[in-house]
């Protein structure tokens, strides 16, 4: 790191460069804790350290420290920007594999097949492997090298080992072992007979390289979108902003905006920063930060926030608070925090290989010693102990993970379930609560007009005549989900003169010889115009079910009702009943109010204990960690920009397929279709993946466990011992493809529930 020592006062975040494994992660993490006054965490998947406490170190002392641990470290080119791990480094490994499999395919083929061994195959085989066990498994040597030179050891070690002692002893065999001469053949015998010189391994060399390489691929490219939510994010704040400067408007970058600033805002344009309205009037979309549907009514006085879009009149905004006090800037900073609190779960594999690797060196080290202390030709001694190093690399453990993975995903995009990786299916294994974000998730998004209530002498098909007409010159969603309806069932719609809007209220327009008023009750009451109790009992009637009742009225009198609300999306509350048979606890969260949040729960079925109400896009994930703070595991489902850092801060995060992208950055799984359906099918589906996953790797580990003693016996002949290694791990991909007959259960053949978690008395279980 270049350049002036960086006083870290705050807290610090670190790009990290080099890591292979999450022991990796766990290792500069404890080389940074042991710094007197420092408290961090380092997050494999998204490659960052996070410094929360620096003890009054400077940035190049931290940085010092994780080079010392020999990895690299950077600050952040700029905030939300991608971590080391690029796209072009997954489209490398991408080649490199590419170029490895048919090698490695024809090597093994030679192996395996002693009728295909034609004169000089072993030669073949040899010019064929060689690049495949060096610069295939290149990126796998280096990282071993990078662990061995600090004392320690991960499953890279054992790779890299396993390919250089099989290669070598092939090397050994075929120029000083008798293998080289030509004609030889290594036959197939079931017999177990002590090692010989003849011994080839070129099969396994080539086929463990091709194995992992392909683990590594899926985990690149699994993480080169972890840090898409927050580049996300970043980008959608204006660019640009047209300041006043002496009455006349300079068009300037939004990040020179300072407080007290005032700025105009043009229909269709973004607030640039958060401000307070100084002139004008107009129609606020918020949606892209509350994933309400409904836009705001906003005038002189009123609060609105930066990256929300003007939908109609011109606004002059004075900025209250720029750059990080925003909050977009803060939404950032939340998914920040969440990605670093979430300990990147480390892969089984990579837990197990802490003892399984230390041991399978130690136990090479000692069968060569006994060998050669019990009175063993040398050469015999050195085949025992190379066969250990052979038959223990970890080629089944390569396909465990990725190959259920693969399976798994698969079959999860058939039924429109995209799982990110291991780390959520370790998050769904158990989870207590499911929080479901109401619009976008279990409603449409979108606003529609549900029933038309006419009242006495008025029928519903000129309520839509007039209704629709006047409507049809608003930009209001409410009015145009009016309009959309009405031009749909008449065919036409009349011209309107006179049209008015008036905000926050209504509209008003002359139809047909008719002075129409479409607009709220208060707004009728103002305006001294008579509404029939018929017509206020349906007003009521309508806003108790959670949705918006416009008063339709003309000639002095109110004459119908429209019904328009963001409609429950099919199978919402069969989605909420199978979420309860999994024994989950689903609850509702939602920045609507109070009365429309629970008129939707108990539509879905959803207790009012479990319905939190009124909850900004800043304090969404805050209702996470509450319920997490009670000892539950969360899952969190939402859509909007405004669910990315409770996604990220839940146990399990599932975003809607049709929402933002943001939310899809920032969750584990997403659910391609939006069915909410599909909630249940992901845990489902992601639990039988992780059951996969354990049973491959239980199967590969007890596999080591029965040749490992009898490669150190010296009874492990050559060619059953790739024989078994290929059999390993086709026991693995068969078991791996049975998630392919998964099926989405149905309604009364869902899994065995466990016991669901009942609502608690306290806060976290009711209402705010």
């Known amino acids: 790191m270049t350049g002036p020592p960086v006083t870290a006062a705050a807290p610090v975040e670190l790009v990290v460069g080099g890591m292979s494994c999450a022991a990796c992660a766990a290792r500069i993490e404890k080389r940074l804790n042991l710094l007197d006054g420092v408290a961090a965490t380092v997050n494999y998947a998204t490659e960052r350290a996070y410094i929360t406490d620096t003890g009054g170190r400077d940035v190049s002392e931290l940085v010092t420290a994780i080079e010392a641990a020999g990895y690299k470290a950077a600050l952040p080119v700029q905030e939300g920007a991608a971590g080391p791990v690029t796209e072009s480094g997954a489209r490398q490994l991408g080649w490199r594999l590419a170029a490895c499999v048919p090698l490695a395919v024809a090597v093994v083929f030679l192996a395996m097949v002693p009728a295909a061994q034609f004169r000089g195959w072993q030669w073949v085989s040899l010019a064929l492997a060689f690049p495949v066990a060096w610069w295939g498994a290149w990126p796998l040597h280096r990282a071993a090298w990078a662990s061995l030179r600090h004392a320690s050891a991960t499953m890279d070690t054992l790779v890299s080992l396993g390919i250089a002692a099989s290669f070598a002893w092939s090397l050994f065999a075929l120029f000083f072992g008798g293998a080289g001469m030509l004609g030889m053949r290594m036959p197939f015998a079931l017999t177990f007979t002590p090692a010989g010189q003849q011994a080839l391994y070129l099969d396994v060399a080539a086929g463990v390289t091709v194995s992992v390489l392909t683990g590594r691929y899926l985990e690149a490219r699994a993480k080169d979108r972890s840090g898409s939510a927050l580049t996300t994010l970043a980008q959608l704040g204006a660019k640009t902003v047209a300041v006043l400067r002496g009455g006349s408007e300079v068009r300037m970058s939004a990040g020179a905006l300072q407080p007290g600033d005032l700025f105009v805002v ?55 608070r720029v750059g990080a006090q925003t909050m977009l800037a803060q939404l950032v900073s939340l998914v920040t925090q969440a990605q670093a609190s979430k300990t990147a779960a480390q892969r089984l594999a990579d837990r197990l290989a802490a003892v399984f690797v230390p041991c399978v060196i130690s136990l090479a080290a000692v069968t060569l010693g006994f060998w050669i202390g019990a009175g063993l030709p040398s050469q015999d001694a050195w085949s025992a102990a190379f066969a250990v190093l052979v038959v223990a690399c970890p080629c089944a453990l390569g396909l465990a993970t990725p190959a259920a993975l693969l399976a798994g995903v698969g079959r999860g995009a058939e039924l429109g379930i995209l799982v990110r990786g291991t780390q959520a299916l370790e998050s769904a294994r158990r989870i207590d609560v499911v929080a479901l974000d109401k619009t976008g998730t279990l409603t449409s998004g979108t606003m529609s007009l549900d029933e038309v209530i006419p009242g006495p002498e008025t029928d519903e098909r000129e309520c839509l005549l007039v209704a629709g007409a006047v409507e049809d010159a608003s930009e209001h969603p409410i009015g145009q989900a009016i309009a959309r309806v009405a031009a749909a069932r008449l065919g036409f719609l009349p011209a309107v003169t006179g049209f008015a809007s008036l905000p926050g209220a209504g509209v008003t327009g002359s139809v047909a010889g008719h002075d129409a008023t479409l607009g709220s009750l208060r707004l009728f009451d103002e305006l001294q115009l008579a509404v029939p109790p018929r017509l206020r009992d349906a007003v009521n009637r309508v806003e108790g079910s959670g949705r918006t009742a416009v008063l339709a009225g003309w000639d002095g009198a109110a ?68 319920l997490q703070a009670a000892g539950l595991r969360v899952a969190m489902v939402g859509d909007g920009v405004n669910d990315a850092a409770a996604l990220s801060q839940a146990n399990l995060g599932m975003a809607i397929g049709t929402g933002s992208d943001v939310a899809i950055g920032a969750a584990d799984l997403t659910l391609v279709n939006g069915d909410p359906a599909s909630i249940a099918d992901a845990v489902l589906l992601s639990r039988a993946t992780l059951r996969t996953i354990h049973a491959n790797l239980t199967w590969a580990f007890g596999y080591n466990l029965i040749a490992i003693p009898l490669a150190a016996l010296g009874y492990l002949n050559p060619l059953f011992a790739g024989l078994a290694m290929a059999g390993s791990s086709l026991v693995v991909v068969s078991n791996s493809l049975r998630l392919r007959r998964f099926k989405a259960s149905r309604p009364g053949t869902g899994a065995r529930p466990r016991r669901a978690v009942q609502p608690q008395a306290s806060a976290v279980g009711s209402a705010p």
């Open 266 to 320: 043009r229909p269709g344009e973004k607030i640039a920063t958060d401000g307070v309205v100084v002139e004008g009037d107009s129609t606020i979309d918020a949606s892209v930060l509350t994933g309400e549907p409904v836009p705001a009514e906003v005038g002189a006085g009123d609060d609105v926030t930066g990256a929300t879009v003007n939908m109609s009149g011109r606004l002059v905004v004075r900025a209250t």
């Open 559 to 626: 004459r119908a009702v429209l019904a328009v609300g963001d409609a429950i999306k099919p199978g919402g509350s069969e989605a909420v009943r199978r979420i309860r048979d999994l024994g989950v606890r689903p609850v509702l969260v939602t920045g609507d109010n109070e009365r429309t949040a629970r008129a939707v729960a108990a539509q879905l079925g959803i207790p009012d204990a479990d319905v939190f109400s009124g909850v900004r896009p800043d304090a969404k994930v805050g209702v996470v960690r509450e």
